[in-house]
């Protein structure tokens, strides 16, 4: 299961849809990406419990980055989750989702 979002709004910060996975042992993947033409931009802040995996920024024409973070939680099928990005600066386009394993 899994949820996502983009938007064209510059900003420090970038929240995940919210996940409402099923009961049960969970992995939580959450990942935000963005473009920002002549910055290269790092995440430097998850909320939520969530602990970062990679952070790759391209130095090229656009700057395009990944963020990848996870979290492991019980489950109880009815609590929803999600995550906010803190970028090292400004960025453009954004996009974010999130996404339940079974453990």
Same mark, same amino acid.
């Given at each position: 299961?899994?949820?996502?979002? #983009?938007?064209?709004?510059?900003? #420090?910060? +970038?929240?995940?849809? @919210?996940?409402?996975?099923?009961?049960?042992?969970?992995?939580?993947?959450?990942?935000?990406?963005?473009? @920002?033409?002549?910055?290269?931009?790092?995440?430097?802040?998850?909320?939520?419990?969530?602990?970062?995996?990679?952070?790759?920024?391209?130095?090229?024409?656009? +700057?395009?980055? $990944?963020?990848?973070?996870?979290?492991?939680?019980?489950?109880?099928?009815? @609590?929803? +989750?999600?995550?906010?990005?803190? +970028?090292? $600066?400004?960025?453009? @386009?954004?996009?974010?989702?999130?996404?339940?394993?079974?453990?």
């Amino acid at each position: 299961m899994s949820a996502s979002a #983009h938007d064209t709004n510059g900003s #420090h910060l +970038y929240t995940t849809p @919210t996940l409402t996975p099923t009961a049960g042992p969970r992995l939580l993947l959450a990942s935000v990406a963005s473009l @920002t033409t002549g910055i290269a931009s790092t995440i430097t802040d998850w909320t939520d419990n969530f602990t970062e995996v990679a952070d790759v920024c391209n130095p090229t024409s656009d +700057y395009p980055m $990944q963020g990848v973070a996870v979290r492991d939680v019980s489950a109880d099928g009815m @609590t929803g +989750y999600m995550t906010t990005a803190t +970028y090292s $600066q400004s960025v453009g @386009t954004r996009s974010a989702m999130i996404t339940s394993f079974i453990l």
